[in-house]
C-alpha cells in the first residue's frame, strides 16, 4: 500500500501525472479523502544567519505570544465547560428545596432535564477544547523542535567540543517532551482547575456569604501555605531531576558510541557501575520530589475534609435555626467537595508545570548560545580563487589561558601543496582549523588572495574549500548519498567518475549494487583505508580551489597506503592543499614543508631543503629513517 505511505508518496505520485497509480478504482474515494486531510509539508524556509531576534529570551510568554487568538479560544471553551460542570449541585439545590421540599414533581423533571443538557454541552465543549490544545501543543511543539535544531546546526565546532552529544540529545527529547506535556494539558487544564475554584467560592460565596467566608477561611490559608512550601521544595527538586536526565542520556550515548573501546580495554564492568550510580542519582532527585508531592497531597485533602466537617458543623446548626435551607446545605457540601479535585489536579501540573519550566530554561540556555565563528554584518561572498593564503600574526587558543598558536607567519602559493609537520599537539590540526575558518584568530589574519576570511561569508568560503578530515564520517545511506553530501546535484555518472578518480573502481566492483550499496552507520561495514577513500572521492567531486586534508594516523595496510597515495596525486594536482602530514613519507611529496614547534613555525623548505639544513625536520627525517 505504498500509495498511502503519507503526503509526500501521495505528493509525488500527483506529480508524476499519476494521482491514483495502481490503486483500485473503489477505493480511489476513500484515498482521496484520506489525502484531502492530510496536512500540507511544505519546504520549510531555514533561515542560516545569525540574527537578533533568534536572540530573543524564550520564555514561556514570548513562546505562546503568536497563538493569542487560539489560546483565547481555548480559554472561551474552558469557561463553557467549567460552568456547565459546576451547574450540577446549584441544579441539586434547586431540585431539593423547590422540587422534594415543596412536594413539586413537575421542577423535578426540569431540573433533571437541565442537568442532563449541562452533562452534554460540557462534553461537547471538553472534546472540542482537548482536540483543539491538543493540535495547538503539537504546533508548538514543531516549532521548537525545528528552532532548536537549527539553532544547533547554526553552532560553531567549539560548542559541539564544549557540549556533550547526549546532553544536546536531552534537549532535544525529554526536555521537549516536558515541554509537549506542559502545553498540550497542563496550561489549559490548570485555567480549568483555577476556573472552576474561583467558580465554586463565587457561588458559595452567593448561596450564604457567612457560611462561605467561615469554609474558605478554614480552607484557603493552610491550601496557600502548603501550596507555597511546595512550589519552593519542588523547584530545585525539578531542576536537579533534569540534569540528571542529562547525565543519564549522555552516558549512555557515549558507551554505546566508545562500545568497543570500552569492551578492548575490559570496561563492560566499570562501565555499569558508573551507569549504575548515575540512575541511582537520577532516582534520588525523582525520588526527592515525589516525597514533597506525597506530604502536599494528603495535606491539601485532610485541610478539605477539616473544611467540610466544619460546614456540617455550623451549617448544620444553620438549618436547624432555620437560616439555611437544606437545599442550601446540600449544594455546600457537593461544592466543597468538588473544591478539592481541583486543588489535586492543580497540584499534580503544578508538578508538570514545574518540568517545562525547568526544561524551559534550560533551553532558553541552549538556545542563547551564540555561535563563536559569526558572518560579520557586512560581509561578502568570495569571489572565485586561485588559491593563494597568507596567515600573518596568527595567534589562538581553545581557551584564552593556553595560547597553542603565538605568531604563526605563512604564505602559501596558488596551487602549491604545503605539509604541516610537528610533534603531536603542536598546533597543526589547529592551523587548519584556522584556514577552513571553524574558529577566529584571537589575533592576526588569515586571508585567501588577499580576502580576510573574516569578511567573507562563511558559506561563500566553503563553497571553495575542500576539507578530509582524520576520521571521515559515513551517514547511514548508500555510496552515493555519501558521496552526494559534497554536492547534492551531482548525476550519478559524476558519482561513479570521481570514485574511480581516487581508485575506488575496484572497491565499487566488489559491492553488490555498485555506488548504490549501503553503508552502515558510521561507516562500520567500510575498511579504514576504504572511507578514507571515500571521502577523498568527496573532496573530488566538490572540486574545491583548496583542499585542508587531515592524514589519516590509523595503521593502514601497504595496498589501502598505495592506494590513497594515488587518490592524493589526481586530488591534488592543480590545487592549493594543506596537508597535516602525521607520517613524513606524505610530508616528503609536498612542495614545501612547515615545521610548527612551540606556538609557531620553526622552518619552511622543500624536504631538500629542510634536510640540507640539518634543522629540526631533518633531525625528525632521521629519526623516522632509522626507524623503518
Ligand atoms: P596537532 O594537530 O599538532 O596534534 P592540535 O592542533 O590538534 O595538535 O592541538 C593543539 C593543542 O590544542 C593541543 O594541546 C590540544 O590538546 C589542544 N586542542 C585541540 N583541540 C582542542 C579543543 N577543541 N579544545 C581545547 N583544546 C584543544
Same mark, same amino acid.
Given at each position: 500500500m505504498g500509495g498511502f505511505g503519507g503526503p509526500s508518496a501521495s505528493q509525488s505520485s500527483t506529480a508524476a501525472g499519476l494521482p491514483h497509480a495502481g490503486v483500485p478504482g473503489h477505493l480511489v474515494e476513500q484515498m482521496t479523502a484520506i489525502i484531502e486531510r492530510e496536512p500540507e509539508h511544505p519546504e520549510p524556509v531555514i533561515e542560516f544567519d545569525y540574527t537578533a531576534d533568534e536572540a530573543e529570551l524564550l520564555t514561556l510568554r514570548s513562546f505562546l505570544r503568536p497563538y493569542r487568538p487560539q489560546l483565547v479560544l481555548a480559554v472561551a471553551l474552558v469557561i463553557v465547560e467549567t460552568l456547565a460542570l459546576q451547574a450540577g449541585p446549584l441544579l441539586t439545590k434547586i431540585g431539593i428545596d423547590r422540587g422534594v421540599i415543596a412536594g413539586d414533581r413537575s421542577v423535578l423533571v426540569v431540573v433533571a432535564l437541565v442537568f442532563v443538557a449541562t452533562i452534554v454541552v460540557h462534553a461537547g465543549a471538553s472534546w472540542w477544547r482537548i482536540s483543539f490544545t491538543g493540535r495547538l501543543g503539537e504546533t508548538l511543539m514543531e516549532r521548537l523542535r525545528v528552532r532548536v535544531f537549527s539553532h544547533m546546526e547554526r553552532q560553531s565546532l567549539d560548542f559541539y567540543t564544549d557540549e556533550k552529544a547526549g546532553v544536546l540529545m536531552t534537549r532535544m527529547t525529554s526536555d521537549i517532551e516536558a515541554l509537549t506535556m506542559l502545553f498540550q494539558e497542563g496550561l489549559v487544564n490548570m485555567a480549568v482547575q483555577g476556573l472552576t475554584l474561583v467558580v465554586i467560592a463565587t457561588v458559595l460565596l452567593i448561596l450564604d456569604p457567612l457560611l462561605a467566608v467561615i469554609a474558605l477561611f478554614v480552607v484557603v490559608p493552610a491550601t496557600m501555605a502548603l501550596a507555597i512550601w511546595f512550589k519552593r521544595a519542588s523547584e530545585i527538586g525539578y531542576l536537579r531531576v533534569r540534569d540528571r536526565i542529562a547525565d543519564l542520556l549522555s552516558d549512555l550515548q557515549e558507551s554505546l558510541a566508545g562500545i568497543r573501546v570500552i569492551s578492548a580495554f575490559n570496561r563492560r564492568d566499570v562501565n555499569v557501575a558508573r551507569h549504575r550510580q548515575i540512575v541511582d542519582d537520577y532516582r534520588d532527585a525523582n525520588?526527592?520530589?515525589?516525597?514533597?508531592?506525597?506530604?502536599?497531597?494528603?495535606?491539601?485533602?485532610?485541610? @478539605?475534609?477539616?473544611?467540610?466537617?466544619?460546614?456540617?458543623?455550623?451549617?448544620?446548626?444553620?438549618?436547624?435555626? @432555620?437560616?439555611?435551607?437544606?437545599?442550601?446545605?446540600?449544594?455546600?457540601?457537593?461544592?466543597?467537595?468538588?473544591?478539592?479535585?481541583?486543588?489535586?489536579?492543580?497540584?499534580?501540573?503544578?508538578?508538570?508545570?514545574?518540568? =517545562?519550566?525547568?526544561?524551559?530554561?534550560?533551553?532558553?540556555?541552549?538556545?542563547?548560545?551564540?555561535?563563536?565563528?559569526?558572518?560579520?554584518?557586512?560581509? =561578502?561572498?568570495?569571489?572565485?580563487?586561485? =588559491?593563494?593564503?597568507?596567515?600573518?600574526?596568527?595567534?589562538?587558543?581553545?581557551?584564552?589561558?593556553?595560547?597553542?598558536?603565538?605568531?604563526?607567519?605563512?604564505?602559501?602559493?596558488?596551487?602549491?601543496?604545503?605539509?604541516?609537520?610537528?610533534?603531536?599537539?603542536?598546533?597543526?590540526?589547529?592551523?587548519?582549523?584556522?584556514?577552513?575558518?571553524?574558529?577566529?584568530?584571537?589575533?592576526?589574519?588569515?586571508?585567501?588572495?588577499?580576502?580576510?576570511?573574516?569578511?567573507?561569508?562563511?558559506?561563500?568560503?566553503?563553497?571553495?574549500? @575542500?576539507?578530509?578530515?582524520?576520521?571521515?564520517?559515513?551517514?547511514? @545511506?548508500?555510496?552515493?548519498?555519501?558521496?552526494?553530501?559534497?554536492?547534492?546535484?551531482?548525476?550519478?555518472?559524476?558519482?561513479?567518475e570521481a570514485a574511480e578518480a581516487v581508485g575506488m573502481a575496484d572497491l565499487l566492483a566488489g559491492l553488490p549494487h555498485g555506488i548504490d550499496s549501503p553503508v552502515h552507520e558510521r561507516g562500520t561495514s567500510l575498511s579504514s583505508g576504504e572511507r578514507q577513500l571515500l571521502a577523498l572521492a568527496r573532496a573530488f567531486l566538490a572540486r574545491p580551489r583548496v583542499l585542508v586534508l587531515d592524514e589519516a594516523t590509523s595503521n593502514l595496510d601497504l595496498k589501502s597506503e598505495s592506494q590513497i597515495e594515488r587518490a592524493l596525486d589526481t586530488l591534488l594536482d592543480g590545487r592549493t592543499a594543506i596537508l597535516i602530514a602525521h607520517r613524513l613519507a606524505t610530508a616528503k611529496r609536498a612542495d614545501r614543508i612547515v615545521v610548527i614547534e612551540d606556538g609557531g613555525v620553526q622552518e619552511v623548505g622543500s624536504h631538500d631543503e629542510l634536510v640540507a639544513a640539518g634543522g629540526r625536520y631533518a633531525e625528525m627525517y632521521q629519526t623516522w629513517e632509522r626507524g623503518t
Open positions: 525520588v526527592e520530589t515525589a516525597r514533597a508531592a506525597a506530604i502536599f497531597g494528603p495535606a491539601a485533602e485532610g485541610v @478539605g475534609i477539616v473544611g467540610q466537617a466544619v460546614v456540617l458543623l455550623i451549617g448544620g446548626r444553620m438549618v436547624l435555626d @432555620g437560616r439555611l435551607s437544606i437545599g442550601d446545605l446540600t449544594a455546600f457540601a457537593l461544592y466543597l467537595t468538588a473544591f478539592f479535585a481541583p486543588i489535586a489536579a492543580l497540584v499534580q501540573l503544578y508538578n508538570s508545570y514545574q518540568q =517545562g519550566q525547568a526544561a524551559m530554561s534550560k533551553l532558553r540556555d541552549l538556545l542563547a548560545t551564540r555561535p563563536s565563528v559569526i558572518d560579520r554584518l557586512d560581509a =561578502g561572498d568570495l569571489p572565485p580563487v586561485d =588559491g593563494a593564503i597568507e596567515l600573518t600574526g596568527v595567534h589562538f587558543g581553545y581557551d584564552p589561558e593556553n595560547p597553542v598558536l603565538r605568531g604563526v607567519d605563512l604564505s602559501i602559493d596558488a596551487g602549491e601543496t604545503i605539509a604541516i609537520v610537528g610533534p603531536t599537539g603542536a598546533g597543526k590540526s589547529t592551523v587548519a582549523k584556522l584556514v577552513s575558518r571553524f574558529y577566529d584568530p584571537d589575533a592576526g589574519t588569515v586571508s585567501i588572495d588577499g580576502h580576510p576570511l573574516t569578511t567573507v561569508t562563511q558559506m561563500s568560503l566553503r563553497r571553495q574549500l @575542500g576539507v578530509v578530515p582524520q576520521e571521515p564520517f559515513l551517514f547511514n @545511506g548508500t555510496v552515493a548519498d555519501n558521496l552526494r553530501v559534497a554536492r547534492p546535484d551531482a548525476e550519478d555518472a559524476e558519482l561513479v
